[in-house]
Structure formats: structure tokens, C-alpha cells
């Protein structure tokens, strides 16, 4: 798992989930262009040597449009992105284009970003993941990539276990029955979970949330009407703590980077499941470099009457365009260039990851990859990402307690229920 290993990441939202692979940066603050002569771009992957072509094949198509027009990507490091975003945005200054995660990390930053809803065209229709991007009516960012979260798991683990590797659990007792007999036969651990970061909740409450919540809650909670008190929602929080308590987990959780320690549990062996990604890191690509034929994917089983499990998945990551660089519709035209589709196809056979434009070819990914694709149509967007960011950042610390018992449920939703509403 060479990339998975050397990458820093983050999610989420998500993830979340959304998550994606760092690089050293400078932390500088540079004066953006958008003079037509230059223009500034921040992100945490333009440093990666998987993404090379896409980055290059981004700048041939800006090129095509505006030869005379230099682009500059600075690759920040991730674990910092944001607060140095957030130093530039007060400042006003910086970037002209940004690069964001889905979900509550742009739309707590909506006032700093122009609308791209007057410069775009044909890939408004082309693209799918807006909704993450979206903040009201005004449209944030151009999604790059799609992110989700799907169970992978290993056949081979489930041969040794004596379980069928092509029809993984489909109900909560199934999945108990599985672990139990994984740790019996196979000596290794159900699930490989990762909370240091305090990302793990975030990741468990999109794949398993599916198979909780009823549709019309789920549905309810994408809507912003989150009814914290009710016992399927209770029930996410339950089912993290109770996966801890049976030993389904490696051992030491909060202590476990979920990247990429978590990851490296499971593609050495050392657990039967993990919830992953379908973008760049932590991926089927990643995984399948370890476990080969023998990596399987999968959705939440059942776990309440009514639910509908599904794959849960949304926008990915996007750029969008500073409120202060000089020529908004220049910094749009280098926005649209960084979702070209063969900047897009080149991102996907290097990192793997799952482009935002259904029209690119993944068909040689092979079957994993073809079930997630074929799983996208019934999708829903993932339950994190509808939370604002500092919702997610206290799920994380408060889920990080839960397992280590200093908070009860009650507790710990009663205190997001209130961060929710503020």
C-alpha cells in the first residue's frame, strides 16, 4: 500500500470522508494573480506523485484558452489547510483557486468564495456531486471527485473463517455471526478502526448509518431537520461503542491514525473489514495492491426495520474561486480546466479515484470498482457531510470519549444536538 502508507490525509465528509493525500507545503500566504498573468492555486495534492497527470493534463487544458496566463499550485499540507486558509481568508488574500473538501469545510467558508453559478456551463450537466459544493443556490465549487464510504473486506480471511466471500453479512446478526467466527478461526480482528483523528465516527456513521436510519430519516437529516433524540439516530452512536465493547475492532482505536495506520491493519491482514473510500486514498486501488482478487466491497448490512442500506457518497473534492482575486471568470476558466475529462480520466489512473463525470471510462478497473460505479445510481449523500464543520469536530472528540466510556450516548447526542441547532 505504497500510497496509502506515504500519503497524510484527512476526510468526509467526510467525509468525509472525504479524505485525500497530503503533501509538504510551504504555509506561505502568496499573493494571487488574477491580473491575467497569473493565477494561484491552493490544495493538498498537487505535491503527489499519482496525480502528476492529472495536474498536467489540468494546465494543458487551461493553456488551450489562455497561453499567456502562468498557473501556480501550491501543495499545502493537509493537517494545516485549513487554518491556513482560514489566515487567508482573513486577511484577504491568497489563492485566486482553492481547493475544498465537500460538505461543512466550504460551506463555513461560503463568504469567501465567488459563486460559480454565471461562469459554468456544459459541465454543470456533465459533473455529478454539486450538492456537496452547494451552500443555498450558489455554488461553491466544481467537484473533481466522488467520495463514499463502502465496506471492503478480505475473501481470504472469510475462506479461512469458513463464510461464503461472495455473499458478506446482509443483516446485524449475519455480521455478528461473522465476526465471531473470524476471531475464532482466523485469530485476526472484525473491523480496523482508526480515531485518533477523531475521523472514525465519521466514517461509521455514513457506512453504517445507512442501514439505521429509515429513508424518510434519512432523507429528514439531509434536510437539515436532525431529530438527535430519536432512537435510530441513538442507535449510530450505540452500535459505535457496542463494535468496541464485542472486540470487533483492533485494539487501541483512539490511539489508531485512521490514516493510515487503520488502512494498514487491514491490507496486512490483521482485520477482516474496513470502512473505506472510493476516491483517491484508502480506496479499492490501494487496498487491491495488498489483497489482489481477494478484496471484496460491500454496503451496511440491515440493522433496523425499514432501513434501506446504501452507498453512501457525494462530491468528493472541488475547486472553487476566492472573493478577492482580480478576475473572477479567469480563475472559473481555470476552475472548469481542473475538471477537463482527461484531466479527470488521468486522475483516476493514477490515484484511483472515482471522477465526478459518469462519462469517464473506469470500466478496466475491475469488479470492485465496477460495483461501486454500479452502486452510485442508488446512492444518497453521506450523513456527515450534512453536519457543519465544527459539528464534526465535536462528534469526533465526544465519539473518542464514548469509547473510552467517559460519556454515555445520551450525553454525547444531546451535546451534537445542540452544537446542530447553534
Known amino acids: 500500500m505504497r500510497r496509502v502508507l506515504a500519503a497524510t490525509v484527512g476526510f468526509v465528509a467526510a467525509v468525509a470522508l472525504s479524505a485525500c493525500g497530503g503533501a509538504a507545503g510551504t504555509g506561505s500566504l502568496p499573493q494571487g494573480g488574477g491580473d491575467g498573468k497569473k493565477l494561484v492555486v491552493w490544495d493538498w495534492k498537487s505535491g503527489d506523485a499519482t496525480t502528476a497527470g492529472y495536474f498536467d493534463a489540468a494546465r494543458a487544458a487551461f493553456a488551450a484558452q489562455h497561453p499567456d496566463t502562468e498557473v501556480e499550485f501550491v501543495a499545502q499540507p493537509y493537517e494545516q489547510y485549513?487554518?491556513?486558509l482560514g489566515t487567508a481568508i482573513e486577511a484577504g488574500q491568497g489563492p485566486d483557486v482553492v481547493l475544498f473538501n465537500g460538505g461543512g469545510?466550504?460551506?463555513?467558508?461560503?463568504?469567501?468564495?465567488?459563486?460559480?453559478?454565471?461562469?459554468?456551463?456544459?459541465?454543470?450537466?456533465?459533473?455529478?456531486g454539486w450538492d456537496a459544493f452547494r451552500s443555498g443556490d450558489a455554488t461553491l465549487a466544481a467537484p473533481v471527485t466522488l467520495q463514499g464510504m463502502p465496506i471492503y473486506y478480505n475473501k481470504a480471511l472469510y475462506r479461512q473463517a469458513g463464510l461464503d466471500p461472495e455473499h458478506p453479512p446482509t443483516t446485524l446478526a449475519e455480521l455478528q455471526a461473522a465476526c465471531a467466527a473470524l476471531e475464532e478461526r482466523t485469530g485476526t480482528s472484525c473491523f480496523a478502526a482508526g480515531n485518533k483523528e477523531g475521523y472514525g465516527i465519521q466514517f461509521f456513521m455514513s457506512a453504517f448509518g445507512p442501514g439505521i436510519l429509515t429513508p424518510q430519516e434519512y432523507d429528514a437529516w439531509l434536510a437539515g431537520e436532525r431529530d438527535w433524540s430519536s432512537p435510530n439516530v441513538k442507535?449510530?452512536?450505540?452500535?459505535w461503542k457496542q463494535f468496541e465493547d464485542a472486540g470487533y475492532n483492533n485494539p487501541g482505536v483512539n490511539s489508531t491514525a485512521l490514516f493510515n495506520d487503520a488502512f494498514s491493519v487491514f491490507s496486512g491482514g490483521r482485520a477482516a473489514h474496513v470502512i473505506g473510500l472510493i476516491s483517491d486514498v484508502g480506496n479499492w486501488k490501494d487496498l487491491g495492491e495488498f489483497l489482489g482478487a481477494d478484496l471484496g466491497v460491500t454496503v451496511a448490512p440491515t440493522i433496523t426495520d425499514g432501513a434501506a442500506p446504501t452507498l453512501a457518497f457525494d462530491g468528493g473534492i472541488g475547486y472553487g474561486v476566492t472573493k478577492w482575486t482580480a478576475d473572477p471568470a479567469l480563475a472559473a476558466d481555470l476552475v472548469k480546466a481542473l475538471t477537463d475529462p482527461q484531466a479527470l480520466r488521468a486522475f483516476y489512473t493514477g490515484a484511483g479515484a472515482v471522477p465526478s463525470d459518469p462519462g469517464v471510462d473506469t470500466s478496466d478497473a475491475g469488479p470492485v470498482l465496477g460495483r461501486l460505479v454500479s452502486d452510485l445510481p442508488t446512492g444518497k449523500p453521506a450523513l456527515h457531510l450534512a453536519l457543519s464543520a465544527s459539528t464534526q469536530d465535536l462528534m469526533g472528540r465526544l465519539s473518542q470519549e464514548l469509547l473510552s466510556g467517559s460519556v454515555t450516548v445520551d450525553d454525547a447526542v444531546r451535546q451534537l444536538a445542540a452544537a446542530d441547532a447553534a
Open 105 to 128: 469545510q466550504i460551506r463555513d467558508r461560503a463568504d469567501a468564495l465567488v459563486p460559480l453559478d454565471p461562469y459554468l456551463g456544459a459541465e454543470e450537466q456533465r459533473l455529478t
Open 82 to 84: 485549513y487554518t491556513l
Open 235 to 239: 442507535r449510530i452512536f450505540e452500535l
